[in-house]
């Protein structure tokens, strides 16, 4: 299994700036996923973040919104940009290795608050 | 496409009393089915997954769960429940031939009583 860590673990925000989240794991992973879940609810997925490629979106998410960095097979990025109170949720990164295992490992997630 | 479903949006049992978590799912082809548990403040956490095979699975904490094809239903089971048990509990499926994309259930809290 791969431990996955995340940074910052939460932060309360102002309406219009932007957050980068950083997701660093302990081993090299193909896929890298970014989740957003509301308290109690369940994982929407934002997108897929692939090492050497752009990353790949879920109908309702845009880059200008949500831009991901990948710069190599352990880190990750995801900035919220221009962000509003509706963007208050908790963002989990997670990881799964094609071929090797079927299953995913996620991060203790950000808990983001927007004012 | 595909989609999970978990009717129970909670679950009550008594401590060492068996419990059950259902999970219905539906997918275009064959499935993958995990199950994953939140406890409060922490990330989800890997408990068990369907592959092939048996279709009763075992995993961690002493849970398992049992595939059933012709009810496409994938439920969690544990025969005696801790206190410590007591989570937010997701299924999630993915089709074998559907690349890596998880579907996941909108969850279960299960709340164990002492």
């Known amino acids: 299994s791969a431990v996955i860590s995340q940074k910052p673990s939460r932060d309360i925000c102002q309406r219009g700036t932007s957050l980068t989240i950083q997701c660093q794991v302990d081993s090299q992973v193909t896929m890298m996923f970014w989740y957003r879940q509301q308290p109690g609810q369940s994982l929407t997925l934002i997108a897929t973040a692939n090492q050497g490629s752009e990353a790949t979106y879920e109908s309702g998410f845009v880059i200008d919104k949500f831009p991901i960095s990948r710069p190599n097979l352990t880190f990750s990025t995801l900035t919220v940009s221009n962000m509003s109170p509706e963007d208050s949720s908790i963002y989990l990164c997670s990881v799964g290795e094609t071929g090797l295992s079927y299953e995913q490992y996620f991060g203790p997630g950000t808990r983001l608050t927007v004012t | 496409a595909q989609s999970v479903a978990q009717p129970e949006d909670q679950v009550n049992v008594a401590e060492g009393n068996p419990l059950t978590v259902k999970c219905t799912y539906s997918?275009?082809?064959?499935?993958?089915l995990f199950w994953y548990v939140q406890y409060p403040n922490r990330g989800l956490q890997f408990l068990l997954k369907?592959?092939?095979?048996?279709?009763l699975v075992k995993g961690s904490y002493g849970f398992e769960a049992e595939f059933n094809k012709s009810q496409t239903s994938f439920h969690l089971k544990k025969p005696s429940a801790l206190v410590s048990d007591s989570a937010l509990y997701f299924c999630?499926?993915?089709?074998?031939?559907?690349?890596?994309?998880?579907?996941f259930g909108a969850g279960t809290r299960l709340f164990v009583k002492a």
């Open positions: 997918v275009s082809g064959n499935p993958y």
């Open positions: 369907y592959i092939t095979g048996d279709n």
């Open positions: 999630a499926v993915r089709e074998k031939t559907g690349g890596f994309k998880t579907i």
